[in-house]
């Protein structure tokens, strides 16, 4: 069971590039998020989606946009990158609420410069 | 404003002692809190959670206390084990969609 699968792990662009992060899942979960984290600070999150079909902004959207291509799938798109987003993006899922617990992906590390 | 925070970014346990670790928060709204552990190049992956209702929760070497007139608690690991040197996050449930709000981390050294 590969659980929560993102790629790449590591990518390097230059302000302005366009990029879309991929995560997957195997668990038959309903909701995926993505998160951001930076040196110093706790994990952000930046879009989640709570079953196939939706998705809803959460604390830092700004320069992101998001697709939850099925119920596998959600991608995160950087349309114009900034060097504010360079930061590793962790991918997550959860199968139930009652379960209360996140899966989450081994990370990307994103340099933008 | 951090609504959840860990105030001690690092912390260094001998190997076989206790190791305490803690979060504040702002908000008496928060009903249900999580402790993750994180490793190097790795996810964060659930260690311990708590709802509001009680004041400790214990789950083998690992126990997480609850003071909610202090909107403070703590997560003891009992005895300390090499393989628990990792980073640390409280979190806590902000909203029925389960987005959480995270302290920064505490990166635990256990010292053999």
């Known amino acids: 069971n590969a659980g929560v699968t993102q790629t790449p792990k590591f990518q390097v662009l230059k302000t302005g590039q366009s990029m879309t992060l991929q995560c997957a899942q195997d668990?038959?979960?309903?909701?995926m998020y993505w998160y951001r984290q930076d040196p110093g600070m706790g994990l952000r999150l930046i879009y989640y989606s709570a079953s196939e079909g939706t998705t809803d902004k959460g604390e830092v959207p700004n320069g992101y946009n998001v697709s939850r291509l099925n119920k596998r799938e959600f991608s995160l798109r950087l349309e114009s990158a900034a060097p504010s987003q360079t930061s590793v993006y962790f991918c997550a899922s959860l199968g139930s609420f009652g379960a209360n617990v996140l899966t989450f992906g081994a990370g990307s590390r994103l340099t933008v410069l | 404003d951090q609504q959840v925070k860990q105030n001690s970014p690092s912390l260094s346990v001998q190997e076989g002692r206790i190791s305490i670790l803690n979060c504040d928060y702002t908000n008496s709204m928060f009903d249900y809190f999580l402790w993750y552990k994180k490793y190097p190049a790795e996810g964060p992956t659930f260690l311990i959670s708590i709802s509001s209702i009680k004041d400790k929760n214990e789950d083998g070497r690992f126990t997480v206390f609850l003071n909610k007139s202090a909107k403070h608690l703590s997560l003891h690991i009992v005895p300390s084990q090499p393989g628990d040197s990792a980073v640390y996050f409280c979190a806590a449930i902000l909203d029925s969609n389960y987005q959480l709000i995270w302290g920064a981390g505490t990166k635990l050294i256990i010292k053999p």
């Open positions: 668990m038959n979960h309903n909701s």
